[in-house]
Structure formats: structure tokens, C-alpha cells
């Protein structure tokens, strides 16, 4: 049986009728952002035009955000499986991690050892390298294997030892789509003492996240990449939390989750991350089954149909790819294993620089990204990173079997 067509749901995307000389657009970019519903832009709107106000206040539109926060709350939690006091707000993701290294760094000395990995977007490594350099710590990198860059798990246990403190990876590669096996590195992780810190941030458009079940004790986010706004969510264990002392000025709550979150947040993102949260909620209503109508079982109904459509769209791709000998990809391709990787894919085109490959594309209406996308590691491990890294190209529920085949086409145009 086929899975569900959530495509089906384009239609409440507005940004997706550009159009391009009379042509529609073709949206791969969503590595790098996604597109959003016409629910978020609403739910910000409202709360700009009706509610707009800071906490605390002694008036209706400022006990109205507060109400706000709480509810943004829920939804973080179930989004990712947590609790309400779990989930902390801040910028982006990149923020919060330097944040959250920062008092993490307070807790180690000279000698002890960060475990980070080549797979990882630079968010959740140059943190670690710069906590390195304040305390003395050692940095260990896990390798990758060649043959389809996927982390390479003989090379993390090599990098553990009794003096791991933290052990910093991806849930999912932001430039070739790799799927680590997260619950396997939290279990190595924590048998030698160590606090995990993971980067959700990729991995949110196309998994369900549940932090109990993958062990996490840090996992960050970004909305803007699950078709919400510009915005950061971080989940830590509340045990962890309570025992860190975090970086802030002395009128912030000493306790609870909002003693992390530095000045007054974006209370419309808020607004429309939790309008984010119930769209995807409502994927789940409507291609469910759900075991039941609470949000997290429509989260979960939601991301299983998600993640069955964007199978059959990767499958597609590569068995396409596989026809153009002149287009080289970085990455599994073997249609077996499409649950190890998202439907995002770094490949190369003959001997065009990626720049020149990712404008030749835009000029036809179709958006992908070039270059290393912050993911300087993996660039560098491929050789990649001193010729222009490569194109990435990306889709997610609201892309049809048509626009693949799109893509494939114009790539076979420009590889002759």
C-alpha cells in the first residue's frame, strides 16, 4: 500500500505558488528552511494585532502572553517528548548551544574530554572546540566511513574513555542526510559517564524526536526548519538544568526553565511555533491513524506518515540519480536504507563548481543551496571544502514525485 500524499496539503503554504518566467518554483531548499503554512503567519499576525505586550504585568495583553510562554511550552514538550519545564526558548539553536556550553564549561577542567563528530553541523562543534580553549579540556572527533558517510561507530567507542564529560552529535547530517543511530551513541555515551548533548535541528522536519527514548540530556532545535519561524528550542533533562548555573543577569527567574532564556523572547515566533506544532499535529489528524487525538499521538501519526511519503520521494531521486553518471552523490544511496537518511542530498555535477551548479538551477526556478551549510566537518573530510563544498538538495512532505522528476531532468541537462 502506498503511504499517504501529504503534498496534498501544499495548498496551505503560500510561499509554494511562486512562480518563476510563468513556471512554479521548485522549493528543495528546505535543509535550509522550510516554508510555512498560512496558520504560523496567522497565529503571528494575531498576537502582534490583539495581544502584544510583556510578561509579568498587572494588564490583560501581558497576562495574555504570559499564557503564551505556558502554552509554547506544551507544545515544545510535545513536539519532543518532554515536559513543560524541560524546554527553554532563546534565538536559534546556534544561540542556545553556545549558551548551554558556556555553563557546561564551568563543570570541567584541564584533561577531561569532549567527544564532537565529523558529521556535525559547526553549531555543535565550535562550541565544544571553543570550551576546549577556556579550560583546557581535549576534543575528540568521531570519523566517518567513506564508503557513505555515516558515522562511523568503531571510531566514537575509540574516543571514549574514563574521562569523556561530553559527548556532542547530530540526529541527522544538514548536508548529506545521514541518520545517526542516537539511542546506540547515547547508550556508549552514558556508559562512560558522559552528558549528551544532541542537535535536533535537521532531523525535526522529517523524524518524530523523543528525547526519553534516545537518552537525551541536551537536544536543541529550530522551528524555522520545521515550518514555523525564526526561532530556538532547546529540551535538557530537568535534572540537568537544576544542577547548571546559566549565564544571566541578576532580575531573571533563579529557577524553572526561563532562568536560560536571556531578555525578553520573540513572543509572535512563539505564537506561530505553536501554530507550527499544531499544522503538523494536524497531518497526523488528518493522514493519521492516531492512537488517540492528544497532540503528541497526532505528532506521532504525523511524522510516521511524513517519514513513508519522503521514503518513496528519496527512492525516486536516487533511483533517478542513478541514470546520470556525471552527477556524483556524497551519501547512502542504496534504496534499503532509505530510514537511515532524510531526503536531503549533496551531490556534484561533473566539473561545475557547486556555485555555478546552484545558479543554474535557481535561473530555472528551482532552489537549492551550495557551498559547506555550516557543516565545515563533513566538507573537510570529503575534500570538498577547498572547491566550493557541494549543491544540496533537499525535500520534505510538501514536495510532489513531479518536482523530483523535475530535478532530475534539469540536472541531466546541465551534466551533458
Not at 502582534?48 to 503564551?68: C, K, M, P, W, Y
Not at 568503531?154 to 543511530?181: C, M, Q, W, Y
Not at 532562568?259 to 493522514?287: C, K, M, N, P
Amino acid at each position: 500500500m502506498d503511504a499517504p500524499d501529504p503534498s496534498a496539503l501544499r495548498a496551505l503554504f503560500p510561499g509554494l505558488s511562486r512562480t518563476l518566467d510563468g513556471r512554479p518554483c521548485v522549493f528543495a531548499d528546505a535543509p535550509g528552511g522550510s516554508q510555512v503554512p498560512e496558520t504560523v503567519i496567522g497565529a503571528m499576525g494575531s498576537y502582534l494585532r490583539t495581544s502584544n505586550a510583556n510578561l509579568h504585568g498587572a494588564f490583560v495583553t501581558s497576562r495574555e502572553t504570559d499564557r503564551l510562554v505556558e502554552d509554547a511550552r506544551g507544545a515544545g514538550a510535545d513536539f519532543v517528548g518532554a515536559g513543560p519545564d524541560e524546554i527553554v526558548f532563546g534565538p536559534n539553536a546556534t544561540t542556545l548551544l553556545l549558551s548551554v556550553t558556556r555553563s557546561i564549561a564551568r563543570t570541567l577542567k584541564a584533561g577531561d574530554e569532549i567527544v564532537v563528530t565529523r558529521l556535525d553541523h559547526d553549531a555543535n562543534v565550535a562550541p565544544w572546540l571553543l570550551v576546549a580553549e577556556d579550560t583546557g579540556a581535549v576534543v575528540r572527533h568521531v570519523d566517518i566511513r567513506d564508503q557513505d558517510v555515516t558515522l562511523d561507530l568503531h571510531s566514537l567507542d575509540a574516543a571514549l574513555s574514563e574521562r569523556t564529560k561530553i559527548v556532542a552529535f547530530t540526529l541527522a547530517s544538514n548536508a548529506v542526510g545521514t541518520i545517526t543511530p542516537a539511542a546506540e551513541i547515547s547508550r556508549r555515551a552514558h556508559e562512560s559517564g558522559a552528558v549528551v548533548v544532541m542537535d535536533a535541528v535537521h532531523f525535526a522536519q522529517h523524524r518524530l524526536i523523543d528525547v526519553r527514548a534516545i537518552e537525551a540530556d541536551v537536544l536543541v532545535c529550530s522551528p524555522y526548519k520545521f515550518f514555523g519561524p525564526h526561532l530556538g528550542v532547546l529540551f535538557g533533562r530537568r535534572e540537568l538544568l537544576s544542577t547548571l548555573r546559566p549565564y544571566k543577569v541578576r532580575p531573571a527567574p533563579d529557577e524553572g526553565p526561563a532562568r536560560w532564556e536571556t531578555g525578553t523572547q520573540s513572543h509572535e515566533a512563539l505564537a506561530g511555533f505553536i501554530a507550527a506544532v499544531d499544522y503538523l499535529a494536524d497531518v497526523g489528524r488528518t493522514f493519521g491513524p492516531a492512537a488517540s487525538d492528544d497532540r503528541r499521538s497526532l505528532l506521532t501519526a504525523a511524522f510516521e506518515t511524513i517519514g513513508a511519503y519522503e521514503r518513496g520521494l528519496s527512492e525516486r531521486f536516487l533511483q533517478g540519480l542513478a541514470s546520470l553518471p556525471r552527477v556524483r552523490l556524497y551519501g547512502i544511496d542504496h534504496p534499503a536504507e532509505m530510514d537511515r537518511r532524510t531526503p536531503t542530498f549533496a551531490v556534484r555535477v561533473g566539473d561545475r563548481h557547486p556555485a555555478d551548479t546552484a545558479a543554474a538551477l535557481g535561473e530555472r526556478g528551482i532552489f537549492v543551496w551550495d557551498g559547506d551549510y555550516y557543516a565545515r566537518e563533513v566538507m573537510e573530510r570529503l575534500g570538498l571544502a577547498s572547491s566550493g563544498g557541494a549543491v544540496r538538495i533537499g525535500f520534505c512532505h510538501y514536495n510532489t514525485a513531479q518536482e523530483v522528476d523535475r530535478v532530475l531532468d534539469e540536472l541531466e541537462e546541465l551534466s551533458n
